[in-house]
């Protein structure tokens, strides 16, 4: 079972994406970063699209999101700084050669992890957050047969 597994059926999309990016620590970690990065920003686009108390900047990447005051209006710092973990160690893995260590992957997909725990008890706080914490024999062994994805792949 995924540490993800706790998101109710209305972030099934950010749940599948942060499965990926669970799934791909052990074996390749830089493929998890980049794919905690994705989650991060479905996450993000979800919240524009769902809080009407947010206003959509006129550019509309993952920086200028995170950045735009209404979103930090109403993110605390702690999920700010996780975010920006996220979107950090995401864009050092596709745009850098230097490789990738599983710690660093685990540390951004559980900083992930916190920040889908904050979604739900925000936005469905009626949702069982039951087997909602962090477990690290939840994270899957690497594949045998997987193949890493290279930089210019991502």
């Known amino acids: ?37 994705f989650a991060l920003e479905q996450i993000v686009l979800w919240l524009y699209r769902h809080d009407t108390s947010l206003v959509m900047p006129y550019e509309q990447k993952l920086n200028a999101l995170l950045h735009e005051p209404s979103f930090q209006n109403l993110v605390t710092d702690t999920i700010f700084q996780k975010a920006r973990v996220i979107q950090k160690v995401g864009n ?10 599983q710690y660093d992957a685990l540390q951004a997909v559980k900083e992930l992890h916190h920040i889908c725990y904050w979604l739900v008890r925000t936005y469905a706080p009626d949702a069982s957050r039951e087997g909602a914490g962090w477990r690290d024999d939840r994270v899957p062994p690497a594949a045998s047969d997987a193949s890493a994805v290279n930089r210019e792949e991502l």
């Open 92 to 101: 050092q893995a596709v745009h850098s050669s230097r490789p990738v260590r």
């Open 1 to 37: 079972m995924s540490n993800f597994a706790f998101l109710p059926s209305q972030f099934r999309d950010i749940a599948q994406a942060a499965t990926k990016a669970e799934g791909h620590i052990m074996g390749d970690p830089r493929t998890a970063c980049f794919r905690a990065r």
